[in-house]
């Protein structure tokens, strides 16, 4: 597995040379002395949202240097990815960074070449995508639950690599996270999402049945990752028995791959709110709705 410090991305020579603004002094001592212990959950909310304003600060630098950021999710069911990428997005601009999570193939995309449906996913200047799976479900739930052929499964193999050194060629920054948890953690996952009925549409019968594929799905990933944890294109494995734990990390470790500047503009000054002579019309014709809540 490729190591941190020799990710590069691979925008022109200008924009390597950026320097790296952070994540702070602050987070590079970490770094150094070990493991920051969080402790209780305000050290993570805290935590967190310094790591969220320089997420802002890496948007703006993606925006204004037109540099393609791809960021693959991939994982065991009940991972974390969906949480991961949701602490990511929240303080983002959604048309700068935008999640794609795409569903079943339908018959017609079936036809297509493998990697097709993807292709039109992939960000434009000033912009990054986090996909949420990818294309790498054949390497996984496709090969394991029967969805394709060995044949198609060993077609994949041999042009996944190829296809991201393409994108890497073309510039675009690739960078994939593994989100890796036990069994004995996913099932008690499992049980939460069972018991909690704002959590239960995330349980399909697909997880369910995979279940019964647990050592199928650990062989996959392994063959998987022999042949598609290349050196320009690593994989990055997340330790996430813990959730909040794993958010930290993994959003850190983005900052830290992908060089950037403060760019934060001045504080802005709001002009005075200027106010015309004019007169709307009666407040009920308008259709509210009830205050249920005062």
């Given at each position: 597995m490729g190591d941190e410090g020799k990710h590069k991305h691979n925008g022109k020579e200008g924009k390597q040379k950026a320097a790296k603004a952070g994540p702070d002094a602050v987070l590079a001592s970490v770094s150094n002395k070990g493991a920051l212990l969080l402790g209780k959950d305000c050290a993570y909310e805290k935590e967190l949202a310094r790591l969220q304003i320089e997420l802002v600060k890496l948007q703006e630098w993606i925006r204004t240097q037109s540099l393609r950021v791809v960021v693959l999710f991939e994982g065991r069911d009940a991972a974390g990815k969906g949480g991961a990428i949701k602490r990511i997005t929240e303080s983002l601009n959604p048309r700068i960074c935008r999640v794609v999570a795409l569903g079943t193939p339908?018959?017609?995309e079936k036809t297509q070449w493998y990697f097709q449906r993807y292709v039109p996913h992939l960000p434009a200047a000033g912009e990054m995508v986090l996909f949420d799976r990818s294309w790498?479900?054949?390497a996984g739930v496709e090969r394991v639950m029967g969805f394709c052929t060995e044949q198609q499964v060993q077609e994949f193999m041999q042009s996944c690599p190829e296809f991201e050194r393409m994108l890497v060629r073309s510039s675009i920054i690739?960078?994939?996270?593994?989100?890796?948890?036990?069994?004995a953690e996913q099932e008690r996952r499992f049980q939460d999402r069972l018991n909690k009925p704002t959590k239960r549409w995330k349980l399909s019968p697909m997880d369910l049945e995979s279940r019964k594929h647990w050592a199928e799905y650990s062989r996959a990933k392994d063959e998987m990752f022999a042949i598609c944890d290349t050196k320009q294109c690593p994989w990055y494995v997340v330790n996430a028995e813990d959730k909040k734990t794993a958010r930290l990390n993994v959003i850190r470790h983005l900052l830290s791959v992908i060089p950037y500047r403060d760019l934060t503009p001045e504080p802005l000054k709001l002009p005075p709110l200027e106010k015309t002579k004019y007169v709307r019309p009666p407040m009920h014709e308008q259709n509210f709705i009830p205050e249920v809540y005062c």
């Open positions: 339908t018959e017609r790498y479900n054949r690739l960078i994939k996270y593994w989100f890796s948890v036990s069994d």
